[in-house]
């Protein structure tokens, strides 16, 4: 459906910023949810942001709003996470992932059963 790559990763600290980007191929027409999501080491996997390709509505766990902001350049079929003020709990292997399935979601959910299509992730390390 859509192939998903995923760059940008890196070690900062605590503080810094950065900006992870996923490109996308494939049939990216039919994408209509598109998503972060980040593994902490010995945790579970959690949503961290999603964006509706359409009205570019976008939704964030309470642990990110207000530093991490999703968004999405069409021309160049590419999803970005901005990360600024990152903390040493930001510390995660971070996901793009895709909703190419129907039915249709609307908000897109920080549910990761709701994605089918991932990238493979990309480490973002913050220092105490």
């Known amino acids: 459906l859509v192939q998903l790559v995923e760059s940008g990763g890196g070690s900062v600290q605590t503080g810094g910023s950065l900006t992870l980007s996923c490109a996308a191929s494939g049939d990216t027409y039919t994408g209509y949810c598109l998503a972060w999501f980040r593994q902490p080491p010995g945790m579970e996997r959690e949503g961290v942001a999603t964006?509706?390709?359409?009205?570019?509505?976008?939704a964030y766990a309470d642990s990110v709003k207000g530093r991490f902001a999703i968004s999405q350049d069409s021309a160049k079929s590419t999803l970005y996470l901005q990360m600024i003020s990152l903390k040493p709990e930001d510390t995660a292997i971070y996901f793009c992932?895709?909703?190419?399935?129907?039915?249709?979601?609307?908000?897109?959910?920080?549910?990761?059963?709701?994605?089918?299509?991932w990238g493979q992730g990309t480490q973002v390390t913050v220092s105490s």
């Open positions: 964006i509706v390709t359409s009205s570019l509505t976008t």
């Open positions: 992932a895709a909703r190419t399935r129907l039915p249709f979601l609307f908000p897109c959910p920080l549910n990761a059963t709701a994605f089918d299509s």
